[in-house]
């Protein structure tokens, strides 16, 4: 089975390591494709989106056509795990806490905003046990997190940190606020090729 991680900017090297480790755990072949072209999304099963900063990735992709490519993908049914800027680059909506601003929609496949840098910013970065439905208690990192707020039914939230969602499920789209690739579990990226089976 291929995976992919986009891989124009962020933490690509930790989600390749956590797919591999995470497949291991399962007992699956998995092979992992590094996404820079829309020719490299072809046989994938499933995607991750990583952290990072989601307009240079937006428009790191746009250059290649990637973006829509990527977007056809997703709405066809790719299972994929967004977290933080990955989470964005997914959302219908985006706007910054800190400073108000709204942001045109990046990809738009799910039916939740992103609300940038909701914890702070870099200096109040930080970890917390969560509560993850369906996985239980996972040490979550937080960096320059945002949260989820669901603008529709269809978006489940599987975790909260004090009382704001920060991971949601929508069909194919499972998105994280905080970094699941830079801890040693792996039990979100083994939810991810669960949905890719």
């Known amino acids: 089975m291929k995976v992919g991680v986009l891989a124009l900017q962020g933490g690509v090297v930790e989600h390749i390591y956590m797919i591999r480790e995470a497949a291991k755990r399962l007992g699956k072949e998995v092979e992992v494709v590094e996404v820079r072209k829309p020719e490299h999304l072809n046989s994938l099963r499933a995607i991750v989106l990583p952290g990072g900063e989601s307009t240079a990735m937006y ?6 056509g990637l973006d829509k490519r990527l977007k056809e993908a997703l709405l066809e049914g790719l299972p994929a795990l967004g977290t933080c800027a990955g989470a964005a680059l997914l959302a219908r909506e985006i706007e910054d806490k800190q400073s108000g601003k709204r942001y045109e929609p990046l990809l ?25 439905k369906g996985i239980g208690t996972f ?10 707020v669901p603008l529709s039914p269809a978006v489940e939230v599987l975790g909260e940190f004090k009382g704001n969602a ?17 801890t040693s579990d792996t039990r979100i990226h083994e939810m991810l090729l669960s949905e890719a089976s």
């Open 59 to 64: 428009k790191l992709g746009k250059r290649t």
């Open 108 to 132: 738009g496949v799910a039916d939740f905003k992103v609300v940038r840098n909701f914890f702070g910013r870099q200096r109040e970065s930080f970890e917390a046990n969560l509560n993850i």
């Open 139 to 148: 040490r979550g990192v937080f960096i320059r997190a945002p949260v989820m």
């Open 166 to 182: 920060v991971m949601v499920k929508q069909g194919n789209i499972i998105a994280t606020s905080f970094h699941p690739e830079l």
